[in-house]
């Protein structure tokens, strides 16, 4: 059964650079039916997606973040990874990394990880 | 892009039923809705994706037949019915906007906090 694991530092100084990565297991990042993508959830509010990637490379990212997210891919760990710039108090939040179908029919995120908690504090 | 309404919170007694519901904006009334359930200290699961026609495709692991959506105009609902303990939860809704296009965005609700009583 495929799995997600969030990992990364949980404490960010203002101004610096969030860095995640999620480690799959139980199945390959290298497959062309999926596309893998982080989403997060500030204390007390609903889920913001922040964007995709596919095996390949190609990314989708929220217009809100653009500016500031990178996400990559690993295909040799399997694992992939979001960096987001210049943080601030805002961007404290559970990240969560996910697995969605390429198929639009059925491209819903499924599985998720558990998440990880970053809180972006001086 | 969409933009998707829940109510904050509902509660419900042990063996009733309850329905939850996720609001479109104007405009984007075709469009289908994802639902999501998160248990406390848990990451989402996937329950099912519901359109005006109902369901579409299948549901998520584990999810059991209490379970069931249905859709009408700019509303998505989730409907449990015979509520268990286990399924006291927030229930997020989210969509695609794009898909299809070179351009795919995710938008969610704001999540709903349900209460077994």
């Known amino acids: 059964q495929l799995q997600l694991q969030e990992s990364g530092p949980g404490l960010v100084k203002p101004s610096e650079t969030l860095s995640l990565t999620c480690t799959v297991s139980?199945?390959?990042?290298?497959?062309?039916?999926?596309?893998w993508g982080w989403i997060r959830q500030p204390p007390g509010k609903g889920l913001e997606w922040i964007g995709s990637i596919y095996y390949s490379g190609s990314t989708y990212y929220n217009p809100s973040l653009k500016s500031r997210v990178t996400i990559s891919v690993d295909t040799s760990k399997n694992q992939f990874s979001l960096k987001l710039s210049s943080v601030t108090a805002a961007d404290t939040a559970v990240y969560y990394c996910?697995?969605?179908?390429?198929?639009?029919?059925?491209?819903?995120?499924?599985?998720w990880g558990q998440g990880t908690l970053v809180t972006v504090s001086s | 892009q969409p933009v998707l309404t829940q109510p904050p919170s509902a509660s419900a007694s042990l063996g009733a039923s309850v329905t939850l519901t996720c609001t479109l904006s104007?405009?984007?009334?075709?469009?289908?809705v994802d639902w999501y359930q998160q248990r406390p200290g848990k990451g989402p699961r996937f329950v099912m994706r519901v359109g005006t026609g109902g369901i579409v495709g299948s549901k998520g692991d584990g999810i059991p037949d209490r379970f069931s959506v249905l859709g009408s105009g700019l509303n998505r609902y989730l409907t449990i019915k015979n509520i268990q303990e286990e399924d006291e939860s927030d229930y997020h809704c989210?969509?695609?906007?794009?898909?299809?296009?070179?351009?795919?965005?995710?938008?969610f609700g704001g999540g709903t906090k349900l209460t077994v009583l």
């Open positions: 104007s405009g984007y009334s075709n469009y289908k």
């Open positions: 996910a697995r969605r179908k390429v198929v639009p029919t059925t491209n819903w995120f499924d599985p």
């Open positions: 989210g969509a695609d906007h794009g898909s299809g296009s070179n351009f795919v965005y995710w938008v």
């Open positions: 139980g199945g390959s990042i290298s497959s062309s039916s999926y596309y």
